[in-house]
């Protein structure tokens, strides 16, 4: 259940609406009242959201998604909360879980924690408490993963910091927005990536290139640094989707 005093969910958080920027957030929540109003909160914010109603659903737009932060109900059809928690840790360390519950045992919230949960929120709560929790935890994730500015995969040893890169010992010429690419993709591997997320986080929101500019790129990123380009390992095309880093 929901407190309902700013039901227009008109938020002033703005270093929340910076920090937003396509964050990806997935609500697992079987109330179709509550399912509505969450994915207002975060979708009015600028955030990337996925709404499902069923465990198993759940962790599937879990794996094929991989959010940056999952808000997560206990008491749910398919897969209970309390096991989804567990294999969401398990399987990606960093994301954020914030679990929302009826129930308020101290014993309770204790064992979510054991589990893996970075925070617990009692029902009934306000949508505005719900999405300061919510960026208060992407803050702290954040603050917890260095920088990356070397990183190897396959054959290939890229610099970052340098701007050098390396395939099978021969150095190989990136341009400036290449390594822009590809440590997007390095710091986001194994997760889909639309084009329209690439041309907004690598190209900016200031710049008009066509989904066919980050195709082209792609190509001559897998030209440089696929052993065999057309039949790429590294960076994988998900057809109707978008893109995939694989190291």
Known sequence: MLQTENVDMDFAIKDGQALAARTQILVVEDDPQMQKVLH????????????CGDGQVGLDAFRSGKPAAVVLDLMLPGIF???LCKIFKSEQPGVQVIVVSAISEVADKVLLLELGADDYVTKPFSPRELLARVQAALRRSQKQVPAITS?????CEVDFSKMSA?????PVTLT???FKLLKYFV??????????????E?????SYPTTRTVDNQILKL?????????????LQTVYGAGYRFVP
């Open 151 to 155: 990183y190897s995969f396959g054959v």
């Open 222 to 234: 897998r030209q440089k640094l696929e052993p065999d380009a057309a039949e790429p390992h590294h």
């Open 166 to 170: 390396r395939r099978s010992g021969k």
């Open 176 to 178: 400036a927005h290449e």
């Open 202 to 206: 690598v190209w900016g929101y200031n």
């Open 187 to 200: 710091e986001n591997a194994e997760r889909v990536l639309s084009r329209e997320e690439l041309l907004n």
């Open 81 to 83: 909360g309390r096991d």
């Open 40 to 51: 207002r909160v975060f979708h009015d914010q600028g955030y990337g959201v996925t709404v």
